[in-house]
């Protein structure tokens, strides 16, 4: 610190040691005004009671919770109830609160107002969420005060293992109606798919691989039976050959006109029959045999076939019956006879192999619009079967938080689940929250150092005094001397000098007295503080 700034500090103390009185007046009636404050204003007091949140007792790795709701929200739902005006009246009426004189005038609604602001919930946190939190009440009255903030802890209690079982049975509850409406849901895609598996059997995706065997086998057996019915056709070929040959060795005058006309007849019937064979050849070299004009042609020529059968079995019967009376006329040799019979069996066997071919073509039609109707099954039936998939998940996940529902409503009623304890209960206060004595002392204090400084500090603003000589040297120039003399004073002057400073030293030790006072009652309360200030008076 050098000389200037010394000089400056000095200069600062004397000018409040001349100018004291503008601090010590101001500093005395602020410390005055604040004890008076903080021994006459209404003190106000503040009961607590901790309250324990106690986690559930059983893993939830064994049990799963189903009330996953923060423990704020369930406070908070709680501190709703406690909070209510029923309950609030009840308190009210119990510990006589709101009931004085001065309360006469105030509305119901006013008076539960009030209360509300004087209940306070202070939650404490630690790293694993919530362990703790405090229940307060602020009233006038330390006694009631303590009471009312034990009769609000003691409710809050019970209502949080109410609200806790109502939560496990409602949500019990919710969950076997949601599951009774969704098992609805399930059984009715069960039934669709079922009779949807049951409408389509044969024809569904599992069976693909299936039909498309039995489609295979059913070609090569068409295949094998068209190949019958050619070695068929071509033994008929060979038979009508045959006769044909023995018709020509037969000597046609023998025969009478009707017989003749019946050959015509039959010549003529074979004549369309061996048309139409030959038409039926030519569509075969253009179509499959399962094409319709090509099945038409087939049942036409058999129809002819068994027609042309039966009239010569009638024309064989009547000629067998005539016999006696022609028997000058020529008979067909004996080995008509059997090609008639080998020519009816090629028939019957054509006959037979076109069924057979028939029957085959219609069940490979079948198979084969089994198989092209795969794909558009599989797509509906993979749609119904997710639809039923995620009904039976969802089914089967609501199954589980149902039981789960039931444990954990177990576990309320056997106070296995989330708790809470009163830990501390609230005593009676001591000590008021208001008024804040710690506030209102350093409050007036700063105001009254604040007044007395800024006061000193107008004065010495705008007092235009030269007391410094080096001053007047700088003003007055290199020439100027300054000589100082001392002030002479009076006897009178010394006198009022000395009652000054005596009068000084009472007040600043007032201040000092006061300032004491004022930190006891802020540091030990106004009860404390009294019977200190009566010790000390006993003892002088």
């Known amino acids: 610190m050098d000389k200037k700034q010394k000089k400056l500090i000095l200069r600062y103390i004397d000018l409040v040691i001349k100018k004291r009185w503008?601090?010590?007046?101001?500093?005395?009636?602020?410390?005055?005004?604040?004890?008076?404050?903080s021994v006459t204003l209404p003190r106000t007091y503040q009961a607590t009671t901790l309250i324990l949140v106690e986690t559930s007792k059983v893993p939830s790795s064994v049990v799963k919770p189903i009330q996953s709701a923060d423990i704020r929200d369930k406070i908070s739902t709680i501190s709703e109830q406690i909070m209510s005006q029923t309950y609030l009246d009840r308190i009210m009426q119990q510990y006589n609160l709101f009931s004085g004189p001065e309360h006469e005038k105030m509305f119901p609604e006013d008076k539960y107002l009030a209360m509300r602001k004087n209940i306070e919930i202070d939650l404490s946190r630690s790293r694993g969420g919530i362990d703790a939190f405090k229940l307060s009440y602020t009233g006038k009255d330390p006694g009631k005060v303590m009471n009312v903030a034990n009769a609000l802890a003691k409710f809050f209690i019970d209502q949080s293992l109410e609200i806790l079982l109502e939560g496990a049975v409602g949500t019990r509850k919710f969950l076997e109606g949601e599951l009774q409406e969704i098992k609805q849901q399930l059984e009715h895609h069960e039934k669709a798919l079922s009779e949807y598996r049951e409408k389509q059997m044969g024809r569904l995706p599992n069976q693909l691989n299936s039909n498309l065997q039995t489609l295979n086998r059913l070609q090569l057996s068409l295949d094998a039976k068209q190949e019958a019915l050619r070695d068929a056709r071509n033994r008929l070929t060979d038979i009508e050959k045959r006769r044909e040959e023995m018709d020509q060795l037969w000597d046609d005058d023998s025969m009478d006109i009707s017989n003749a006309g019946t050959e015509d007849a039959f010549s003529e019937e074979e004549t369309r029959i061996r048309e139409l064979k030959e038409q039926y050849d030519q569509l075969l070299s253009r179509y499959t045999e399962r094409h319709p004009d090509v099945v038409r042609l087939a049942g036409r020529i058999t129809e002819l076939e068994n027609k042309f059968q039966r009239r010569q079995r009638d024309q064989a019967q009547k000629e067998e019956a005539g016999s006696g009376m022609l028997s000058e006329r020529p008979t067909m040799p004996s080995l008509g006879n059997p090609l008639r019979e080998q020519y009816t069996a090629a028939m019957r066997e054509m006959r037979k192999y076109r069924q057979d071919i028939l029957d085959i073509t219609r069940q490979i039609e079948d198979y084969e619009r089994r198989v092209e109707e795969t794909p558009r099954i599989e797509s509906e039936l993979q749609a119904l079967t997710r639809d039923y998939n995620n009904i039976k998940t969802t089914y089967e996940s609501l199954l589980a938080r149902k039981l789960e529902a039931s444990i954990s409503e177990s576990m309320e009623r056997q106070s296995k689940g989330t708790r809470f304890r009163i830990l501390d209960y609230a005593k009676i206060p001591q000590k008021p929250i208001s008024p804040d004595a710690r506030k209102l002392f350093l409050v007036f204090?700063?105001?009254?150092?604040?007044?007395?400084?800024?006061?000193?500090?107008?004065?010495d603003f705008f007092d235009g005094s030269v007391r410094d000589p080096e001053r007047i040297e700088r003003i007055g120039g290199e020439n100027t001397e300054v000589i100082v003399v001392p002030k002479i004073y009076t006897t009178w002057e010394m006198f009022l000098i000395f009652f000054n400073r005596t009068l000084s030293v009472f007040f600043i030790a007032m201040v000092l007295g006061l300032f004491v006072g004022f930190a006891l009652l802020t540091i030990k309360g106004l009860d404390?503080?009294?019977?200190i200030i009566g010790n000390y008076v006993k003892v002088i």
Not at 22 to 37: D, E, M, Q, V
Not at 447 to 453: D, E, K, R, S
Not at 528 to 531: R, V, W
Request: cysteine-free; hydrophobic content about 65%.
């Open 22 to 37: 503008f601090l010590i007046i101001p500093i005395l009636l602020s410390l005055s005004a604040g004890i008076y404050l």
């Open 445 to 459: 204090l700063a105001a009254g150092l604040g007044i007395g400084g800024g006061i000193i500090f107008l004065f």
């Open 528 to 531: 404390e503080t009294m019977a």
